[in-house]
């Protein structure tokens, strides 16, 4: 079975950073579009980071480009996004999400079929 485990959320001020993970626990499943969704109380599960994992090509919500970065560690499986200079409005549970389909720039929640279990991330002003 696919899994992804998650990790890395906490609180912060802002200002600060964090550091969030994810693992893909089946090394036999390659995915080709990994990513970032984020959900705040009462609100929509909102896009925030995904890579092309074939060619290393990530996309970035305008919410969060120039402080969020994506990398991968293919050996360990893993995806990162670090994330700086983060403000109260990141507040969120971040879910990590994969799919064995390409993507390109945004995808929705229904392109993934892998998710994480979620990571809650608070940021205080």
């Known amino acids: 079975e696919e899994r992804l485990a998650e990790s890395g959320g906490g609180s912060v001020q802002a200002g600060g950073s964090l550091r969030l993970s994810c693992t893909a626990s089946d090394d036999t499943v390659s995915f080709q579009c990994m990513g970032w969704f984020r959900q705040g109380p009462g609100k929509e599960r909102d896009k925030v980071a995904f890579i092309l994992t074939t060619l290393g090509r990530t996309y970035y919500a305008d919410s969060v480009k120039g402080r969020f970065t994506l990398s991968q560690d293919n050996a360990k499986r893993t995806l990162y996004l670090q994330m700086n200079n983060l403000k109260p409005e990141d507040s969120a549970v971040y879910y990590c999400?994969?799919?064995?389909?390409?993507?390109?720039?945004?995808?929705?929640?229904?392109?993934?079929?892998?998710w994480g279990q979620g990571a809650q991330v608070t940021v205080s002003s």
């Open positions: 999400a994969a799919d064995r389909g390409a993507c390109l720039g945004l995808p929705p929640p229904s392109a993934f079929a892998v």
